[in-house]
């Protein structure tokens, strides 16, 4: 449980990581969209190779994944309508004026990365850290990091503030990571094989809507460049280990 503890603090600590690369030099806008790309390269094949063919395999069937999946993929989408309500839309927005409430931005940032880091405790009872994964889960972090943290300064939030509030979330990460490794280790292969689909279907969502559409925007057509080459990265990460 400690181990999968720190293996969710790091996947998540790129929150921070993006937060003190806005201070020292704000990246330009098609440095970040080409990032994104990569970052949802890597997510993709995670999706279907550390995720979706697992929980396929685990489950020797495909009522439990199927039923995860797109049981995911509701929960995520009915989740960003209710945070779209409450003002944060735009969160991995570069120079977006934030108006939303703190209570927004925290469960905008948890909606997306929670999932991410309670695959990273289930992959432990997999027989090891999925490489592939935590590579995926710190690159989809720093986007959004960067991005929302440069619309908080723009809204008049303090660095102490800002910084407080990445710390928050990495610990809120570690701890759904803790769980998801804790929780998982006596469940049957069907409930196992729902979890892991559902965060599939969840992270597929949010690339779908959030991290895919503002990579085109900032990165332009080289995203499809950047995006093939996380995706193959990610899956030689896969087949090597």
Partial sequence: MAEAFFWGLLGSASLIVGAVVVAV????????G???????GVLISAVAFELVEEAATVADGLAATTIGFFVGMATFLLGDQAISNMGYRDRKRMNAVHSASGLA????IVLDGV????????TLLEGGIGVAVLAAVFLSNLPESIAATSGLRSSGWSWGRIYGLWAGIVLVSGVAAALGYQLMS???PAVFAFVLAFAGGAILSMLATTMMPEAYEYGGRLVGVTTTVGFATAFAISWIS
């Fill in 25 to 32: 030099n704000m990246p330009a806008a098609r440095t970040l």
């Fill in 34 to 40: 080409l990032i994104m790309g990569f970052g949802s």
């Fill in 105 to 108: 931005i925290v469960l905008g």
């Fill in 115 to 122: 999932p991410e880091s309670a695959v990273l405790g289930l």
């Fill in 186 to 188: 006596a469940a049957t």
